[in-house]
Structure formats: C-alpha cells, structure tokens
C-alpha cells in the first residue's frame, strides 16, 4: 500500500460546498495534496450537541476528507479562548492582549485529546502525519500516548516570538514544550525558528546536531520553510481576471486616479490603523496627491465574537469617516472601505490593476498577500510593492520599499515613494521578486519540508514511501 501523507489541521476546506476558507493554509495544504494519496482531516465548521463517534468521510480523487463536529463548549474554549486568546496574541508579540483561563486551557486539551482519539483509527503504520498550526500543537504528544510512532510534522504558519515573551503564558511548558513530540518543527522564516530555539534551550533542551534538540528523551529537529504561492498559476489568473467586468469598472471608477490597494483580515496584527494613520499623514504633507490617489481597503471581518476584533472594526471605520470628511471632495473619497470578502480571481485582478500594494502587518508569519501582489503585476508595468520589515516575506521580497509600520512619517514618506517611482526603478525591484517566487512555490514548500522529515526517521519503509510521493529524488 502507498504511504499516505495525513494533514491535519484546525478546519478543513471541503470540496463541492460553500464553505470558502481564504488563507495561506488552506493554499499550502491543498498543493501538499496535490498528486498524493491522502487524509485531511479536522474540524467540519460546524458546532453539534452530539457527540463525535467518528469522523465524516468525503473521497475525491486520492483524497480522502474526514471532518468531525465540536460541541458549543469546545469551540468557546479551545478555539474562541484558549486558541485566538491565549496562543494568538502571545506568538503574535502581543502579550497584553492574553486573556487566559483555566477553563480555556483545559477545553483546548480536551479536543486536542478528541482529535488524536479520532486519528487513531485512521492512521496506518506507513502513514507520515503533518500537522498544522497553533491550534494543535499537543497533537503529537495525544498520539504518542496512543502509541503511535509514525512520523509527525508540525508547522507554525504564524510567528514564533521570542522565549521572554513565550514564557509569560501560564503552563507555557504544556502547551509549548510538547512540541519535542514532533519529528520536525518547522516556521516560516529565520528568526522564528531560532526563537524557539532560543526557549527550548531555556527549558533545559540539549543541542544534538544540526539544529536538532533533546528534551525529556525526545529528540526533535527545527527548520525554516517559508510558504511560497503558485506564482505561475495565479500570474495567468490575474492577467485574465484584469480583463473581468468587474475589475473594468473598478479601474473607471478610479477617473484616472493611482489606486493604492490594501487587503487583509480585520485583525490588530495587520497594521490597518497605524496604516491608515500613515495615508492621513501622506496627504496632510502632500496637498498635491490629493484628488490624485485612492486608497482601497479590503477587509472581510474575523473572529468577531472576540471584543479586540469588534473594537478594531470601530477604531477603523471612524479613522476612515475622519480622512474622508477631512480631505474629501464631491467628486473624490480618499478611502473606499469594502467589508466582506472578494473570489481569489476578483482579487488577482484588482492585484493587477492596483498602482501601489500596502502590506505592513505589525507582526506576520509570512503574509502570502505581498507574493500575490508581485506575482500578479504586468512585468513590463509592475505596480510597487510597500512591505513590513516584521512580515516574514520581507526577507524574500528585499524589491519591495520596506517601512517600520510603527512609524507613521516613514510610511507616509514610502506612499509618496511608491506613487513616484519611474517606471525603471519599478522593474528593477520587481524582476528579481518575481524570480525568487518562480523558484520558491508552494510545491517546493511541501516537498522541501516533508522530505526533511523524512530525513529525521530513517525508516527503511518511510524513505521509500517517500520515494513513491516525491520520486526518485527524495
């Protein structure tokens, strides 16, 4: 039988319903199945009061999907509390934001315990497991108490903050220790990885070889993989989609105007406020941009039974009543603010129509807009890319005009920048951005990392499973 590869994450993105997850990990999972034989397995969506006896299967293709329901008291603690209150603002830098309970942690642990109770029955001897995100990272310790010894991989799709900052949750050790019980741990960039490191150490872990270490007789290797795009594919969608009805209409709205283009999740680590604060400041000290620029807001709302979310929506909408009522004209709004979520081929074309990308989240894992913004440019005409020197794409897109987000006159300055720029200037920071993500896609992503794991157990079974994934080269 063929090894099978299992994902595993927080929700699942099931073919043929309207279920539309948006986000680089439902992008990333989809391409790591892509031509293999897998499972990928996590929660449905939706809440039930029944419950879960065994997960609900979908075959399509090779891929089989198994979700399973979560009961109301699961989806308060383990995903609106302990999840997106404790862990979120944590690995975000955001330590003023966590609000923790006993009650959340303990629900946290309980679906953890219910997902590798549901995995347990699926999973066979060959199988490589790879698990994603800070939803679930007890996982593998829940199987290697159910005496699972398959391969397991985790990747953090978001930042890793520095140990100081980590070992201010309480029972940081529980949650984020039980990573060692992972075959290989893998972040978006650099410095993420050696932040965890760095707190490994701090509890007492062992340097072994190469990046790996030892914790209480577990041996666990960590590694960088930053998440690419499918640059050719979404190149060719957003040079069709530029020619949609949709985006014409757009573009003739604008009268000519350059269009600065933002788009992100209602979310306090995106940056939108200290953005918008940015654009107010660029047309306080540059009178004659006005009437000249618009600056277009995309951002669907997320996770809006949390307080800190509906909080930002309000800070956000009054700034941009504020900008508007102060430089507007009859004929000119400043700032157009769209609310709700666009089709990703809507998007690629309004990627391509758009003069100048704002991409300056105050703390991001990697932020897979910016690489979609620079795959979707006309290379002959690319607009200009401005980028947070705290995205994780800052160490790859080094063409894009990168700004401190928490200083409001260097972004404003880089607005002005971006919207002048020569022609020349802006194919010579695009050209070799656009290389890099030819060379670096989602593909070599997935199979960079797997193969790394299967570097860290050298099963005679497991590497020629992995041959039959990857080919001879693996």
């Not at 043929?16 to 499972?39: E, I, N, S, Y």
């Not at 105050?362 to 705290?390: C, H, T, W, Y």
């Amino acid at each position: 039988m063929a090894t099978r590869l299992i994902i595993v994450s927080n929700r699942v993105a099931i073919p043929d319903t309207r279920q539309h997850l948006a986000g680089g990990l439902a992008v990333a999972v989809k391409a790591a199945l892509r031509d293999r034989v897998g499972v990928w397995f996590g929660w449905s969506g939706d809440i039930s009061d029944q419950e879960a006896t065994a997960p609900r299967r979908l075959k399509r293709g090779r891929v089989d999907y198994a979700v399973i329901d979560l009961s109301e008291a699961d989806y308060q603690e383990y995903y609106n509390g302990f999840a997106n209150r404790v862990l979120w603002p944590i690995l975000h830098y955001r330590v003023d934001l966590q609000e923790y309970s006993r009650a959340d942690q303990s629900g946290y642990m309980r679906v953890n315990s219910l997902f590798a109770d549901q995995l347990d029955a699926i999973i066979e001897e060959d199988d490589v497991v790879w698990v994603h995100d800070y939803h679930l990272m007890p996982l593998a310790r829940e199987l290697r108490a159910r005496g699972r010894v398959n391969p397991i991989g985790f990747f953090l799709h978001i930042p890793c903050a520095p140990p100081d900052i980590l070992a201010t949750m309480p029972n940081h050790e529980e949650i984020l220790g039980s990573l060692v019980h992972y075959d290989l741990v893998g972040f978006q960039t650099d410095n993420d990885r050696d932040n965890f490191a760095h707190y490994l150490t701090s509890l007492g872990a062992k340097p072994v070889r190469s990046a790996s270490f030892t914790l209480d007789g577990r041996t666990t290797r960590l590694g960088a993989f930053p998440v690419g795009i499918e640059t050719a594919v979404y190149a060719r969608l957003a040079r069709n989609a530029v020619r949609s009805r949709f985006v014409r209409e757009m573009v003739e709205s604008l009268n000519g105007q350059k269009l600065m283009l933002g788009v992100d999740r209602l979310d306090y680590s995106k940056g939108i406020i200290h953005r918008l604060n940015a654009f107010d400041r660029f047309l306080e000290v540059n009178p004659e941009w006005r009437s000249r620029v618009t600056y277009l807001q995309v951002t669907p709302k997320s996770r809006g039974e949390i307080r800190e979310y509906a909080q930002i929506e309000n800070e956000v909408t009054t700034l941009i009543s504020k900008i508007n009522g102060r430089f507007g004209e009859a004929a000119w709004t400043p700032v157009r603010y769209v609310n709700r979520s666009y089709s990703r081929t809507a998007l690629a074309g309004v990627y391509r129509a758009a003069d100048v990308a704002l991409v300056t989240p105050l703390r991001d894992g990697m932020n897979l807009v910016a690489k979609e913004f620079v795959a979707a440019q006309d290379p002959e005409n690319p607009g200009a890319l401005i980028l947070s020197q705290f995205a994780g794409a800052a160490a790859e897109l080094d063409g894009a005009v990168i700004v401190n987000p928490h200083e409001v006159e260097g972004v404003a300055a880089a607005i002005k920048q971006a919207l002048e720029m020569p022609l020349i200037e802006r194919r010579d920071r695009h050209g070799p951005m656009l290389a890099r993500l030819r060379d670096h896609t989602v593909d070599q992503w997935s199979d960079s990392f797997l193969t790394a794991l299967g570097e860290t157990r050298q099963r005679p079974s497991l590497i020629e499973g992995l041959r039959a994934m990857f080919g001879a080269s693996a």
